[in-house]
């Protein structure tokens, strides 16, 4: 089992910043591919970046490419996402989640998510 907690979600006004992070227990951490997904309300989840297990490849949706970075540290057993520029169109609860695949049909683990709110 692979345990993973988010944090940093909060408020943030339009064209802010905010950085979440995702920590991982259970499992080996490097071992698995990592991948943040959003759900605004009332939206089915979707997509938002992923990386690969030593962070050399990396993935993003159209709607955030150029504004969001994905990293992660091996170390720390955490993933990042570094939010700049932020749109209420971002306003949704954000998920990690964790494969032994990059870019899998399905994640393997899932958190619990982080809010994350941006006012007009």
């Known amino acids: 089992q692979v345990q993973l907690v988010e944090s940093g979600g909060g408020l943030v006004q339009a064209g802010g910043s905010l950085r979440l992070s995702c920590a991982a227990s259970?499992?080996?951490?490097?071992?698995?591919?990592m991948a943040w997904f959003r759900q605004a309300p009332g939206k089915e989840r979707e997509f938002v970046a992923a990386?690969?297990?030593?962070?050399?490849?990396?993935a993003y949706a159209d709607s955030v490419k150029g504004r969001f970075t994905i990293s992660r540290d091996n170390a720390k057993n955490t993933m990042y996402l570094q939010m700049n520029s932020l749109k209420p169109e971002d306003t949704a609860v954000y998920y990690c989640?964790?494969?032994?695949?990059?870019?899998?049909?399905?994640?393997?683990?899932w958190g619990k998510g982080t809010l994350v709110t941006v006012s007009s």
């Open positions: 990386i690969s297990w030593t962070g050399r490849m990396s």
């Open positions: 259970g499992r080996t951490f490097s071992n698995y591919a």
């Open positions: 989640a964790a494969a032994l695949d990059y870019l899998p049909r399905s994640m393997d683990y």
